[in-house]
């Protein structure tokens, strides 16, 4: 059996589980991956050493953390169940960049310290507000024919 007959074999035993790991993929489940270790780090030790201090700031990253670990997952799970459940936690993640980064700009007092999404990621060089813009680009383009929504 060549590669290609192995490749249209597993695709014919699991024909509902499209795979998003490929190509340009990869490089987002690394990304998201790189995201969730530094935003659930830094959440879990601002939050069990400091968390008076700025307690929205660091659960906001608590929550940027369990995000990014969704999207990790749906990306590396495949299918169509999985590539919508990550186009909507993308669509959720690029929204809170753009609330919570004009918030800090329009009121910085609400954050005595930053978050991860924080004046739009700057402190993650913007990789928050680029990332679910490219993955909601991948997303898209690994839709199924006629469904690109």
């Excluded at 991956?33 to 069990?48: D, K, L």
Aim: net charge neutral; charged share 15%; proline share 5%.
């Amino acid at each position: 059996m060549t590669s290609g007959e192995a490749e249209v074999a597993v695709t014919q035993e699991k024909p509902g589980r499209a795979r998003l790991i490929s190509g340009p993929g990869i490089v987002l489940v690394w990304l998201y991956g790189v995201m969730v270790v530094g935003a659930v780090s830094r959440s879990a030790y601002q939050i069990a050493t400091e968390f008076d201090r700025a307690p929205l700031a660091y659960s906001l990253s608590a929550v940027a953390g369990l995000v990014y670990g969704f999207i990790t997952y749906s990306l590396v799970r495949g299918g169509e169940t999985a590539r919508k459940a990550a186009q909507v936690c993308c669509a959720a993640e690029l929204l809170g960049v753009l609330v919570v980064g004009t918030w800090t700009l329009v009121e910085p007092s609400a954050f005595p310290d930053a978050t991860v999404w924080s004046d739009f990621g700057m402190g993650y060089l913007f990789i928050p507000v680029l990332l679910p813009l490219s993955a909601l680009y991948w997303l898209r383009r690994r839709a199924p024919h006629g469904d690109a929504a």
